[in-house]
């Protein structure tokens, strides 16, 4: 088996482990080979659940969903005194173009994902947890159905769980394939058996989410990395990675590498470590021309910016992008990134929930905008227009899905203008990423 | 682009650019500055809802002051100090000390952008559409929006639908805003529409094809901002621009919806509500807005009086220097001989109800109501959130300006035993076995708007007006007083009933004459403690209740500050 995992100096995987590449999807293989429910065990007979969420805080570890935002923190605003129920949810709706990384953990290990359920919902003290997982993920689900079941046999889940007087039950709900559904409000509406529509914040989840409770979601691998850190302390998981930017990262690289596939990576390291180490370096004669860092919904950066930034929060930041969903997608000298424009664009089109102005009608004028220039039917201000039409979609929506439309475009046209100039006379291409 | 001075919007939401907004009752307030200005609102309120109340002006197209706030249409974006990019105000709440902009060049390039969005696919069919002249998306885009288009895409299309015979979909000039959605669910509560598709293909309606049974279709063109929702009685009858508008009061039950009568060529084109905290929100029901062909139909436009010898039933057409001593003296005999009688509808004006039991007490006759075929029924008694059972507008009303009847059964009865040999009906129409009951009696004077089977009974018939042609008070089933104004001028020989019983009273020397309503309301509010002592003039434009005994706190009538006076606002 080729190489998963790469950090800065020594120190081991910690989700692609290898017992955790062989599979652990049984409680037997997870308990023997894996410490499994070792982490669980130690949270409810040695702490409380604040003290659950200070080491959590002091690890350092952000969301792994898309926004990066640290777990602990988001832990915290679930009010202290409530006497409504809290919710925990669990997002397992991966449907960020180029990501697949929650899928890889749902396969491979998901009694830790079950034990990182229950050590959060122990920390905010919720007694019933939801896994929204996208229908698409049918094997995933049997998989996590059995596993459910394991662990509820074993008196991991339920009531009086390990004799800490703590309960708590945990439910798979399989989603219906919208995209749009995997933005934490549209999921909690979807979950309620709303149409998936994004909510308006405030108020934020954290005070009314799930039927109008507090609830808290987070993303398959951030649950994931929780036994580890209960097991090992908060300190340790913060020993890998960078001061803003701890631990490590799963990626699921696509496009135009030697070896697609998911990789982990000490937060960090270089791209070209994640990009030609792991992945083996480009596939074709074309040196690296673009990569999408975290999913299409990122900004995209050039070859430059690829070589010169490291993957870490800061880093990405820096360069007016973000790591997003961990979805990698490299693109040669080969490609047209108007084709890319169009065939990303075209994905926003069909997805955008069409709730708020901008982004409905927006996303679909970008398509028809970038199809002209595609076609050679544009002018010269039909760029400048398509950048206007973004930045009118940008910020001013409900979610976050209008910025992920329009800032990869923008991006696109300013990056590679002179692509889309060339096209303006010169139309060629049929808007597949081939 | 020519930019003309501001145009005010006229809507159900109210009159000017300043829709009636309801504030949470909470008694924390909280203040906060918008443009500079410092605004005062209860804990709780919305940015939009804080700002429209202290009369500033922010765009919106979905916001709804009687529905949830959704921050879909992003129009009513504004700048908040501390937040990293523009909020929604609709669905903001305000905060102590929050410091909010809505006149950056930030924002404007934002309402540029929404305006663009929106007309990206609107089919700009304003020459032939019925929401022309009170469409929001019109009077944002000439405020707003960036006056030129930058875009050759093809619009997206969907069929026009027929929910009804009440209402008619043009999709195409969706905005999306989902108003109609909210308003079956959170208002009406039958829930028949929803969405259905995705993103720019989103579609509003029924799910599966069939037409809407709730009874307020009518608000659901009422709440489209554009012209995607619209009525099928008013469709092509007048272009919005050209109807004159009345504030009255609905007289279709016992709800007495505040309303404006849309007026073209002294005929009612369209009803509307007027929007009343008090009474119906911002609401009315299909039956109160659609059902006013009545009016025109089967009235008496002459006085006439039964035919002597003729064929019985055959009445003959008689001028009203006939018709009014001939009543009067039948009315002044028969008092004078203790063998009068009186029936008044519950339809009748407290002002009508009054001048009948001056008559008839002047007279010494006795007194009945009428409230209909099924007999009284409880004014409050609801149909659903706002239709009440009681088709009468003023039973309450009728009932305190009486203070004291006796049961119409008991007045038919001296009928039949002859103890009553001549009988005033105002306004009650009766049923035919009722009228043919009264078939002893040897005069009966009726006075109606409309042929009815009372009329068929009588003696001697005088036109009267429907309420529309005529103004007075009405109470409520709540105890709600409200005034309503002559809308409609009368073009036959007709007569508002106030003024014949004016001059009955006169001619019978049981009374006199009154200048108007306000002086006959004027009489009965210090005559009758339960419309405590009120003038008509401190009637409040959205009606005061009354207390009827109970000691209220404020005990006088307060203008609650919104919405228009009967007197002055038109609407126009």
Known sequence: MSEVYRARGEKPPILMRPDALEGLHTLEAYRERAKGYQGLEKVLKEMTPGEVTEEVKDSGLRGRGGAGFPAGQKWSFIPKDTDQPVYLVCNADEGEPGTFKDRWLLRNDPHQLIEGILIAAYAIGSKKAFVYMRDEFSGEAERFRACLKEAREAGYTGEDILGSGFSCEITLFLGAGAYICGEETALLNSLEGKRGYPRVRPPFPALQGLYGCPTVVNNVETLSNLPQIARNGGEWYASYGTKQSTGTRLFSVSGRVKRPGVYEVEMGVRWATLLDDLAGGPSRDHPFKAVFPGGSSTPILNAREVSEGTIDFESAMNMGTFLGSGGTIVLDEGDDMVDVALNVSQFYEHETCGQCTPCREGCRWMVRIIRSIHEGTASEKDIDLLLDVAGHIRGNTICAFGDGAADPIAATVRKFRSEFEARIDAPAGDGRVA | MIRGPKKTLKSHMGEGEHPVVRLPEEQEQVTLTIDGREVTVPRGTKLLTAALHAGIHIPYFCYHPGLSPEGNCRMCLVEIEGSRKLEPSCTMPVREGMTVHTDTEEVADARRGVMEFLLLNHPLDCPWCDKAGECMLQDHSYDYGPGTARHEVVKRTYPTKQFSDKLKMYMNRCIHCTRCVRFLKEVEGKEEFSLYQRGAYVDVGTYIEHNLSNNYQGCLADVCPVGAL???????????????????????????????????????????????????????????????????????????????????????????????????????????????????????????????????????????????????????????????????????????????????????????????????????????????????????????????????????????????????????????????????????????????????????????????????????????????????????????????????????????????????????
């Not at chain 2, 004077?445 to 036109?463: D, Q």
């Not at chain 2, 019978?508 to 009120?534: H, I, P, Q």
Request: hydrophobic letters at 40%; proline letters at 5%.
């Open chain 2, 230 to 572: 619209v009525t099928r009685p008013f469709l092509y009858r007048a272009r919005v621009f050209d109807l004159e508008a009345q504030a009255s009061v609905c007289s279709m039950c016992s709800a007495g919806c505040s309303v404006y009568v849309d007026r073209k060529r002294n005929r009612v084109a369209r009803l509307r509500p007027r929007p009343n905290l008090q009474v119906n929100d911002w609401w009315m029901c299909d039956t109160g807005r659609f059902e006013f062909d009545w009016i025109a139909t089967d009235r008496l436009d002459e006085p006439a009086r039964e035919a002597e010898g003729g064929a019985e039933g055959r009445m003959v057409a008689i001028g009203w220097e006939e018709a009014l001593p001939t009543a009067a003296a039948a009315l002044k005999s028969a008092g004078e001989a203790g063998t009068l009688g009186g029936i008044v509808s519950a339809r009748a004006s407290c002002e009508e109800t009054w001048l009948f039991r001056r008559l008839m007490e002047g007279l010494g006759g006795r007194i009945a109501p009428w409230y209909g075929e099924e007999g009284r029924i409880d004014p409050a008694e609801k149909t659903d959130f706002l239709h009440r059972r009681d088709p009468n507008p003023n039973t309450l009303g009728m009932e305190t300006a009486l203070e004291g009847w006796e049961e119409l059964e008991e007045l038919v009865g001296a009928i039949e035993t002859g103890e009553v040999t001549t009988l005033f009906i105002l306004d009650a129409a009766l049923t035919d076995e009722l009228a043919a009951r009264l078939s002893g009696a040897e005069v009966i004077v009726v006075l109606s708007s409309h042929r009815t089977p009372a009329t068929t009974a009588a003696t001697l018939v005088l036109p009267g007006a429907v309420w529309l042609e005529k103004e007075g008070t009405l109470v409520n089933g709540d105890g709600h007083l409200q005034r309503f104004l002559k809308a409609l001028d009368i073009e036959t020989s007709a007569q508002p009933e106030a003024a014949v019983l004016s001059s009955l009273l006169e001619r019978t020397g049981a009374g006199r004459t009154y200048r108007d309503a306000g002086e006959v309301f004027s009489e009965l509010a210090s005559r009758v403690a339960d419309f405590e002592d009120l003038t008509y003039a401190d009637i409040p434009p959205n009606g005061y209740r009354l207390s009827f005994g109970i000691e209220s706190a404020g005990g006088r009538p307060e203008d609650p500050g919104h919405g228009v006076h009967p007197g002055t606002g038109t609407g126009r």
